[in-house]
């Protein structure tokens, strides 16, 4: 099974509105982190916002958000007020457990586009 | 604000021939990564280095592929023998340092490989 699940290959969304991307994870470890990232077409990973599996809120960070539903096993991010320049790739990943060396787990992708 | 490193930005190759790739991750930075990207698709894990040695390695990370860590702040990935579908974006990332738990990755800006 995959670890990580983004269903969205391409989303459009009109500038100055909200747009939520899906991810959606799969794991038996109790302890993990979730995490976005964005890649421009310039190609470079950002980091932009971070979930723990304990954190009884949910992230936020500016303009992000993270939809966190433990029981769906989902974390979705939510952009809003959508600018231009958030058009560009956004990855979702996930890191399991408290070992030192665990990989982060990655998404397809989904391809954010931002319409004027 | 420290950022990860990494060059060249493009190496082209000829099949057949060894290619190294250089990163300087963070410097108070304890855990080092290497991914690739190919064609702006899946972000794949190839290996983990922590403590000097190899944390966890995927199974792309076959017996062509190596990391070293030469001194306190390079961490190299070398290709033996480079292969056409090696051709691809090759990202370093490092995070945290003690009590991290949960730190993102922090990427570098990649280096493109080019097989030929």
């Known amino acids: 099974a995959q670890k990580i699940t983004q269903t969205q290959p391409g989303m459009f969304v009109q500038e100055k509105e909200a747009v939520t991307l899906d991810c959606t994870y799969d794991?038996?470890?109790?302890?993990?982190?979730l995490f976005w990232y964005k890649q421009p077409s310039s190609g470079e990973m950002i980091f932009l916002i971070y979930?723990?599996?304990?954190?009884?809120q949910n992230a936020t960070e500016g303009r992000y958000s993270l939809n966190f539903q433990k029981a769906r096993k989902s974390a979705n991010l939510v952009i809003s007020a959508s600018q231009l320049g958030d058009s560009a790739m956004y990855f979702c990943a996930m890191r399991e457990g408290r070992n030192t060396g665990n990989q982060f787990y990655f998404g397809t992708g989904t391809s954010l586009t931002v319409i004027p | 604000e420290p950022e990860v490193t990494q060059t060249p930005s493009h190496q082209v190759t000829q099949m057949g021939q060894e290619v190294i790739l250089r990163c300087v991750p963070i410097s108070n930075h304890l855990y080092f990564y290497w991914y690739r990207q190919i064609l702006g698709q899946k972000v794949e894990f190839l290996v983990s280095?922590?403590?000097?040695?190899?944390?966890?390695k995927s199974e792309i990370f076959d017996d062509q592929f190596s990391v070293e860590r030469p001194d306190g702040s390079n961490f190299t990935l070398k290709i033996r023998s480079t292969k056409l579908e090696d051709s691809a974006m090759y990202f370093c990332a490092s995070r945290g340092g003690q009590g991290s738990y949960n730190s993102p990755l922090h990427f570098g800006n990649g280096t493109r490989l080019t097989v030929t």
């Open positions: 979930q723990g599996s304990y954190d009884q």
């Open positions: 794991t038996s470890d109790p302890s993990y982190g």
């Open positions: 280095f922590y403590n000097n040695e190899i944390s966890e």
